[in-house]
């Protein structure tokens, strides 16, 4: 499907190509690379960090592991030109393998992991599960990153019969990380290879060029439109790979109308989970260093790129909290959030989303202009709010920002599930706040 055509498309072809991409993507890793794969057949041109920029005009990015940063040029523009950013992330709670994972117990083997982020644990249980992530291998001396897969269920968690815990529906499950959520990878009857050699078969490699891995688990079921006339998408990672890809889809269509006066900016984060605070993630300068960059490369000075922040704008992308029905009580009464009824602006008065009354009406004019319907979201005041790389990146840049995102069931769970419709309404929002003048 073209950028041009995408933001306009019917809304179930427009969710199933987000499936796709969830599909393709089971590590950050891989969302980045599978981002980059449809940037650089629009033409976008990867840039390395270490080298100087030829960079005055066009469309560029920088992909640094799990993080992404694209950026068009439009020719013509000043030195000191606004930036209108979305920003999202590319990491997703998961299970994510110890250096040393090998474990021998009760006539099977099993693999040591860690608990990523904020899972719901006990719907990890009793999925059929692959890997994914990245290997760095010797060679001549230096370690080389390779991207690996492995889609074949080769891992589970079972969970323990309802004979061995006869009151667990009435007392709740309590899962103890360490010793609860070790994967099954296979019996001990004959010889036993380790991970690295289980890795090494796996992918056709020496086991001793093996160095390190960066690996995590992941639900090998495929993502499925689901209700009765399909109005959901049930998947893993909406939470963030919807708005990853719906920003993605957002800045294509933009490139192609050619803004005259800003620069469209996708700035995909990973480590939104843990905190942001890494050398990619949201806390940390690789946003700023880059659009800093964008202002050098073309001439310009550090007064410039001052005056281009003066007026940028940034829209932070994150799930939200749809009214479950079977706990309504969960949710403000006020502000009800429905799926299939368009983006969600997140307010929080006490900053943990950097939405203000301004950024506020600037989105919602974007999705007026778009014919897109808004809506508006508050935590319940006795709950504690989440929060995302909004405020993040509001006070690395000092620059106004709104916190958005659509409506979801099932936040952090292996498989959530969102509107099938909200796919094509926030792709539209999202090119209405890269193509208006603000
Ligand atoms: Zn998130």
Redesign the pocket.
């Known amino acids: 499907m073209t950028p041009s055509s995408t933001s306009h498309a019917e809304p179930l072809g427009v969710a199933r190509d987000l499936a796709r991409y969830i599909d393709a993507s089971p590590s950050p890793f891989h969302a980045c690379e599978s981002a980059a794969r449809e940037l650089e057949a629009a033409g976008f041109r990867r840039l390395a960090e270490p080298s100087v920029w030829d960079a005055a005009a066009g469309s560029f990015f920088v992909q640094r592991g799990g993080s992404l940063v694209a950026w068009h040029l439009p020719v013509g523009l000043e030195a000191w030109s606004p930036f209108r950013i979305i920003g999202a ?1 590319t990491d997703s709670p998961n299970l994510r393998v110890k250096p040393r994972p090998d474990v021998f117990k009760a006539g099977v083997r099993q693999l040591g992991v860690e608990v990523y982020g904020g899972v719901l644990l006990h719907t990890w249980l009793d999925r059929d599960l692959g890997l994914s992530g990245r290997l760095f291998l010797r060679r001549d001396g230096r370690p080389e990153e390779r991207l690996f897969r492995i889609d074949r269920p080769v891992l589970r968690i079972p969970n323990l019969a309802i004979h061995l815990q006869r009151d667990i529906n009435e007392q709740g499950l309590a899962l103890n990380r360490q010793q609860h959520m070790v994967p099954v990878i296979g019996s001990l009857q004959g010889t036993v290879p380790g991970f690295r050699d289980f890795l090494a078969t796996e992918l056709g490699l020496e086991a001793d060029a093996i160095l390190s891995w960066d690996a995590m688990c992941h639900d090998v079921q495929p993502a499925a439109l689901v209700g009765a006339k399909e109005e959901f998408l049930s998947a893993a990672r909406l ?2 790979l919807f708005s990853s890809w719906t920003g993605l889809k957002a800045l294509l269509s933009a490139v192609v109308s050619e803004p005259t006066t800003s620069i469209p900016v996708l700035s995909l984060f990973d480590h ?1 989970e843990v905190g942001s605070a890494s050398s990619r993630g949201a806390a940390g300068p690789i946003l700023r260093d880059l659009l800093e960059r964008t202002v050098l490369a073309r001439g310009g000075s550090r007064e410039d790129w001052h005056r281009a922040l003066a007026t940028s704008v940034c829209v932070s992308v ?2 939200a909290h749809a009214t479950h029905p079977n706990y309504s009580e969960k949710h403000d009464p006020e502000h009800t959030l429905l799926m299939n009824a368009g983006p969600v602006i997140k307010i929080n008065a006490n900053q943990r989303y950097a939405t203000e009354g301004e950024t506020e009406a600037l989105f919602q004019a974007a999705c007026e202009r778009s014919g897109v319907p808004v809506q508006k979201w508050v935590n319940r005041t006795d709950l504690a709010c989440g929060s ?1 790389i909004g405020p993040l990146t509001a006070s690395q840049l000092g620059i106004r920002t709104v916190d958005v995102g659509c409506a979801q069931l099932a936040m952090h769970s292996i498989r959530e599930m969102c509107g099938s419709a909200d796919p094509a309404y926030m792709i539209r929002a999202l090119t209405a706040w890269l193509s208006e003048e603000f």
Request: net charge negative; hydrophobic share 15%; aromatic share 0%.
């Open positions: 992330h939470d963030n939104e994150d799930m995302t």
